[in-house]
């Protein structure tokens, strides 16, 4: 296993994970952006006000996406483990 190969598969897996996990990450500080507009504007400083809309966000964001991140993350690890054979050689 050469040094090309294992940066090749390192290369690979960091790019799914970015995939997969970036919806995610990206509804959860649109989220953060709103809650935070409305906190300046109206003066509410609650710490559960934070808290609650992202956590929401996040499970409405896993209930649409779970397939499609299921879907990218099986796709990877069966090609990971088609080339298997030649990884070991």
């Known amino acids: 296993m050469s040094q090309d ?5 390192f290369s690979s897996s960091m790019k799914t994970a970015m995939l997969v996990m970036s919806p995610i990450l990206l509804t959860t ?3 953060g952006l709103i809650v935070s507009i409305f906190q300046a504007a109206t003066q509410i400083h609650e710490m559960t006000l934070t808290f609650v809309p992202k956590i929401l966000a996040v499970v409405v964001c896993l209930l ?3 397939p ?3 879907n990218q993350l099986t796709s ?3 090609n ?6 030649l990884y070991v050689r």
Do not use: D
């Open 80 to 85: 990971l483990f088609t080339n298997l054979p």
């Open 76 to 78: 990877f690890t069966i």
């Open 5 to 9: 190969l294992v940066l090749q598969i």
């Open 29 to 31: 500080m649109v989220v």
């Open 68 to 70: 499609w991140m299921l």
């Open 64 to 66: 649409i996406l779970f």
